[in-house]
């Protein structure tokens, strides 16, 4: 029997669900050459962030003032000015040499914060030829005067202004720190997100005792952090007008079905892939296919959502009384 492997994620057709995530793998033509050949369904090129674009802006801009200030004719001659090699025009010359090297859809992403003019660069992103844009928001609200319905609407304009500045998909990879997930991602959908990634993984800081020094502190993920991801795209399925992706956690074909079976429409890999590297795609794949084919399953779109919160049996099982049961049954030989 033959399955069908095909998935569709912001309206493109995926060969199969499985995407590389942002990360060092997706940062060279030679790597994303790899993961193709491995068989990965589309590709998320690592982000650009807002910091970078506003810092070039700014240093164009000193040295269009600094050139006016040293002699009025430079001022003419400034503006014709081009930066090079910048980090924006690094990233769409990737974007740009992405497309001409592989079949698979690759899927350009943009990390920032605030709503600004920073985001016309989403224009750009199309014009150097990416076929989505992925919108990692990744913001901590430390500020105590910041309340949540200010931090929400930040968001909210955030995706505004990147589906405003470009005509391609945009999805948005957001944190899970929301207090109304479900009515956040709506609002996100609203706003003009055409995909919802779940969820970003934010990097904590640590504290290093022998050199009494605070120091990030990346730590590649295991599955057992794909419970997170798992919950919310089956509470989500079915109730968002958006595709859906996992990440954070999908290490073997099992954790691919499960998130497939809870509503998913793609499942992005990155730890399981820096561990392993690009071939484990293949692995992950043909892990897949081979339990389609085990349990006559025909294509993924007859998996997908078929364990959500809508189809499954015990729909209470995604929510707070998973966690009484949960506790309940715990058992320890020292209690
Ligand atoms: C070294 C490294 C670099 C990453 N760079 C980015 C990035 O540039 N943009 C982004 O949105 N996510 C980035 N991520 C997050 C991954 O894309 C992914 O969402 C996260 O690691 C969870 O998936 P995993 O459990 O498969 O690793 C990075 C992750 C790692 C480990």
Redesign the pocket.
Known sequence: MSVDLRSQYLGLELANPVVA????LTRSVDSLKRLQDAGVGAV?L??LFEEQIEHEEMATHNLMLAGTELSPEAGGFFPEMQPHDTGADRYLKLIGDARKALSVPVIA?L?GYTPGGWTRIAKQFEEAGAHAI?L?V?FLAADPADTGAAVEQRYLDLVASVRAATRIPVAV?VAPYFSAMASMAVRLVKAGASGL?LF??FVQPDIMLDELEVAPH?V??TSD??RLALRWIAILHGRVEASLAA?????TPDDVIKVLLAGADCV???????KKGPQHVDALVRGVEAWMRERDYESVAQMKGSLSQQSCPDPDAFERSNYMKALKSYSSEFA
């Open positions: 995530s942002a990360s060092p998320v690592p982000s992403s990390n992925e990692n990744y990879k990634v970003n993984r990346l590649l993920s952090e794909l990440t954070g956690g999908a290490h992005m890999v990155a730890s399981s892939l820096l």
